[in-house]
């Protein structure tokens, strides 16, 4: 009895799977697609910078400069407080143009702009260049460094890296105001003339020249060489001369503090001066 009342559940269990085992329906037709939902808050966009870094304590040759970060404040630049990380790809040597080199167009300053030392003369002369910008990777002129002729040229900017340089030259320059050369720590010659418009001049890092020479700038107003040390001391060569002179707009009250700082450290050995044709300031 107990088999058949098993048997008999199991076929009527069969039955219904069999009852509930129709053909499945058609789809229905797909609803109506719902409102677009709101748009999420605009993030914040990372941006990249990178500069040219010049030669010192990052890079010793110079290199890239690479900074990072999020442009909080969403103007499209990486300002310096948005700046997270910073990374430099370093020159592994120095870059040496051998030779002379000659700038009169700034296609040379680009050729010139990876280079940091020109064994020979840089020569920047009877040009249309309004600035200097593009060589600052340039620290280390083996010979002269002349700046004449440009009648458009501003300033110096450009060269500020420059430290070592055999002898210094700018003159003739009908619209430069403003010679700034801070990093020249020594040189044999410095000679500044005829700039009409001259009318600031620094040298704040130079200590020793043998020879100096400021003379004939009709506008010049003020020069600052805080370091000045020593006029006309050259092991090979006795004597020197030291010339600020004919600089009708400059106070002789400045020059007289100059010349007093250089002997105020002894270094008194030119043999030659001549401090007069300047401004006599009260």
């Not at 600052?136 to 501003?154: C, D, H, M």
């Not at 040189?187 to 003379?215: K, M, R």
């Not at 000045?228 to 503090?257: D, E, R, W």
Request: proline share 2%; net charge negative; aromatic share 8%.
């Amino acid at each position: 009895m107990k088999r058949c009342l098993v048997a008999w559940i199991g076929a009527c269990l069969i039955a219904l799977v069999g009852c509930f085992e129709g053909t499945a329906g058609d789809a229905g037709t797909a609803g109506v697609q719902g409102t677009q939902g709101d748009l999420g808050e605009t993030g914040d966009i990372s941006l990249v910078s990178v500069t040219t870094e010049v030669p010192g304590a990052n890079c010793q040759n110079g290199g890239k400069r690479i900074e990072t970060g999020v442009d909080t404040n969403n103007n499209g630049l990486l300002d310096s407080e948005e700046v997270t990380e910073t990374t430099y790809v370093c020159t592994t040597t120095a870059a040496v143009w051998y030779g002379d080199y000659y700038i009169e167009t700034s296609a040379d300053i680009a050729t010139l702009s990876s280079y940091t030392i020109v064994t020979g003369d840089l020569y920047i002369c009877n040009t249309s260049l309004t600035n200097l910008t593009g060589l600052e990777n340039l620290s280390t002129v083996g010979g002269t460094l002349e700046i004449s002729y440009n009648s458009t040229l501003a300033n110096t900017n450009g060269l500020n890296n420059v430290s070592t340089v055999g002898w210094v030259f700018i003159g003739h320059n009908d619209n430069l105001t403003s010679i700034s050369l801070n990093n020249i720590k020594r040189t044999e010659y410095v000679a500044i003339g005829s700039n009409a418009h001259l009318i600031t001049v620094s040298f704040n890092n130079l200590i020793d020249a043998p020879a100096f020479e400021i003379i004939y700038n009709d506008l010049l107003q003020a020069i600052s060489f805080n370091a000045l040390c020593s006029v006309g001391v050259v092991a090979t060569k006795p004597g020197g001369y030291f010339h600020i002179t004919q600089n009708p707009m400059l106070c002789t009250t400045i020059v007289t503090a100059l010349v007093n700082q250089v002997k105020s450290c002894g270094g008194t050995t030119w043999s030659n001066e001549n401090f007069t044709g300047n401004k006599v300031c009260p």
